[in-house]
């Protein structure tokens, strides 16, 4: 049973997510800061909610990308 919202926060997970390292595109990325909360974007090191418009354009670009990686990808043949 959780107690407060304190403690619903606390046991959902952290907020802010810090990734430590990751390559993408062949550029390692360091201590990089992600959004723990669906619908929430970092702005000036606070979680900002993201505008129905944002998540739109979030979304389709989405899809684009994954249409568009899955015809390069298959253009690889070994």
């Given at each position: 049973?959780v107690d407060s919202f304190k403690d619903y926060l606390e046991e959902s997970?952290?907020?802010?997510?810090?990734?430590?390292f990751r390559i993408r595109g062949g550029k390692v990325q360091r201590n990089?800061?992600?959004?723990?909360?669906?619908?929430?974007?970092?702005?000036?090191?606070?979680?900002?909610?993201?505008?129905?418009?944002?998540?739109?354009?979030?979304?389709?670009?989405?899809?684009?990308?994954?249409?568009?990686?899955?015809?390069?990808?298959?253009?690889?043949?070994?």
């Amino acid at each position: 049973m959780v107690d407060s919202f304190k403690d619903y926060l606390e046991e959902s997970g952290p907020r802010i997510k810090r990734i430590r390292f990751r390559i993408r595109g062949g550029k390692v990325q360091r201590n990089r800061r992600k959004s723990g909360v669906k619908g929430f974007t970092l702005r000036g090191g606070r979680l900002k909610r993201m505008s129905s418009s944002e998540r739109l354009h979030r979304k389709r670009g989405a899809r684009r990308g994954k249409i568009k990686r899955r015809a390069k990808m298959a253009r690889h043949t070994y």
